[in-house]
């Protein structure tokens, strides 16, 4: 078993229409404790990646029907296929295919015949790679769905989830924000109070006014629900909001007080996004406000201080623009 709790050898799967440097690979592979699925490379080698779900696919860069690069390149622009590690290998070990390579995306290149020596190594730290990021997935399943009961628990009616995905995608795009930092606006705003889950009841749920130890103890949200979520380190972007998010561009926020563009940039998209979303959505102890009204308030708390005016601006002219239905 490794670290990553799989007791299954890893699936490796050969590609390559030479048989005898197939076989190689293969042997080489096989007595090393992995389990090796080969392929002629003749015919379509799609359907066996789908069937099988190689954890690494090494690959012969020419056969007769098939470029090994075309097929790297179609492999990593699926986002089905897009993590299984690929080796792309070779007779002619120049320069260009080793650029080419890198340009398909392929995670390694090697020169045939293949050495124990240099392949080993590297299949290994491929597999492991791969097994960690499916590992991280998993755990922010486990986080997203913990945050889910969590949000139903003290708001029954649920967020209005797939409308707040559509306004960050939208005004995350008009911002020129990259897939990722998209995403993590998306992803923030179901974990971004995940910390509430160590506050006692009483005080989450209490009915009146709260007390200052109070008040203090519902601040430390912010923290605890960024120590929660750090092992997403592919996602650090989501830890940064979680902290940062009752910040205010005065300094008057929480925790660490910060001012103005000191408050990490996603931070401060994502407050206007989640006001926005709040404002917006029916509660039981409120009614929904409309987009006017709502942006009406943003703009007044622009102006008390609390937000990045400039971003208050932006976010209005997106919403007048192109507002999403
Ligand atoms: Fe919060």
């Known amino acids: 078993m490794d670290i990553f709790g799989s007791s299954e050898p890893a699936k490796i799967l050969v590609v390559d229409d030479h048989p005898f ?53 179609q492999l990593k622009k699926n986002q089905e296929t ?6 792309l290998m070779s007779v002619a070990d120049d320069n260009e295919s080793r650029l080419k390579s890198q340009h398909v995306m392929a995670d390694a290149f090697m020169s045939k015949p293949l050495e124990s020596i240099v392949l080993l190594p590297e299949v290994e730290l491929l597999i492991q790679r791969k097994r960690l990021y499916e590992w991280l997935e998993q755990i922010q399943q486990v986080l997203f769905l913990i945050s889910k009961a969590i949000e139903k628990r003290y708001s029954p009616e649920g967020k209005a989830g797939i409308r707040f995905d559509k306004l960050a995608q939208g005004f995350g795009e008009y911002l020129h924000l990259n897939p990722v930092e998209i995403s993590d606006l998306i992803l923030a705003s179901h974990l ?64 660490d007080g910060l001012i103005g563009e000191s408050i990490p940039k996603l931070a401060q998209i994502f407050q206007i996004l989640d006001i926005y979303e709040a404002l917006t959505s029916h509660r039981p102890y409120k009614q929904a406000y409309s987009t006017q009204e709502a942006l009406k308030i943003i703009k007044e708390e622009g102006e008390k201080g609390w937000r990045n005016v400039k971003l208050v601006q932006q976010f209005v002219a997106f919403m007048e623009e192109k507002q999403p239905t």
Not at 21 to 38: C, K, P, T
Not at 82 to 87: A, E, L
């Open 21 to 73: 440097s197939r076989v190689m690979a293969v042997d080489l592979l096989s007595v090393n404790g992995y389990h090796v699925i080969e392929h002629d490379g003749i015919s379509d080698v799609f359907p066996v990646v789908r069937t099988v779900s190689p954890d690494l696919i090494l690959m012969d860069i020419k056969m007769p029907n098939y470029s090994g690069f075309d097929i790297c390149q």
């Open 82 to 87: 897009q993590p299984i590690p690929i080796i």
């Open 192 to 255: 971004h109070d995940i910390g509430t889950v160590a506050i006692p009841d009483a005080v989450m749920m209490k009915q009146g006014k709260l007390n200052e130890e109070e008040r203090e103890l519902i601040k430390k949200h912010v923290l605890i629900g960024e120590e929660i979520c750090k092992p997403m380190q592919n996602r650090r972007g989501i830890a940064q909001i979680i902290r940062h998010h009752h910040e205010r561009w005065d300094g008057s926020g929480y925790p």
